[in-house]
């Protein structure tokens, strides 16, 4: 079975920072920005037997910085924008997830996330986006 694993930082994001000043600037009604870098494994069916496997690979995880997340489906959350290479490179995320909230704390609506992707999170000539 494919899952999806969502790596994000610990730490400040100073990206997922910088984003949401920009959104804002932009004219894109967001409150909060955080960012994760997804990536699809095989695990057959023992899904702490993965999760050990992703955190002893040093690649794409540091348990000094990072934190960890079996997502329940494949596909973006609510509140949340999937930016997916058109390309894939081998070794690297297969998205960006960008959860966006609104000034209630609850997560962005569709209108929102697509206003984000169009103004600043996706360039469409390399990339697609999902909601």
Same mark, same amino acid.
């Given at each position: 079975?494919?899952?999806?694993?969502?790596?994000?930082?610990?730490?400040?994001?100073?990206?997922?920072?910088?984003?949401?000043?920009?959104?804002?600037?932009?004219?894109?009604?967001?409150?909060?920005?955080?960012?994760?870098?997804?990536?699809?494994?095989?695990?057959?069916?023992?899904?702490?037997?993965?999760?050990?496997?992703?955190?002893?690979?040093?690649?794409?995880?540091?348990?000094?910085?990072?934190?960890?997340?079996?997502?329940?489906?494949?596909?973006?959350?609510?509140?949340?924008?999937?930016?997916?290479?058109?390309?894939?490179?081998?070794?690297?995320?297969?998205?960006?997830?960008?959860?966006?909230?609104?000034?209630?704390?609850?997560?962005? &609506? &569709?209108?929102?996330?697509?206003?984000?992707?169009?103004?600043?999170?996706?360039?469409?000539?390399?990339?697609?986006?999902?909601?």
């Amino acid at each position: 079975m494919t899952r999806a694993i969502a790596i994000g930082l610990k730490i400040p994001d100073n990206t997922a920072y910088t984003a949401l000043v920009a959104l804002r600037r932009l004219g894109v009604a967001v409150e909060g920005v955080e960012r994760n870098e997804v990536f699809f494994f095989d695990d057959d069916g023992d899904v702490a037997a993965l999760v050990r496997r992703v955190k002893a690979d040093e690649t794409i995880f540091n348990p000094n910085k990072h934190r960890l997340e079996v997502l329940a489906q494949a596909a973006p959350r609510p509140g949340e924008l999937w930016v997916e290479p058109l390309e894939r490179a081998p070794n690297r995320a297969a998205a960006v997830a960008w959860r966006l909230t609104d000034a209630r704390g609850l997560p962005a &609506s &569709s209108q929102v996330l697509e206003a984000a992707a169009d103004r600043l999170l996706c360039n469409p000539a390399i990339d697609r986006a999902r909601v």
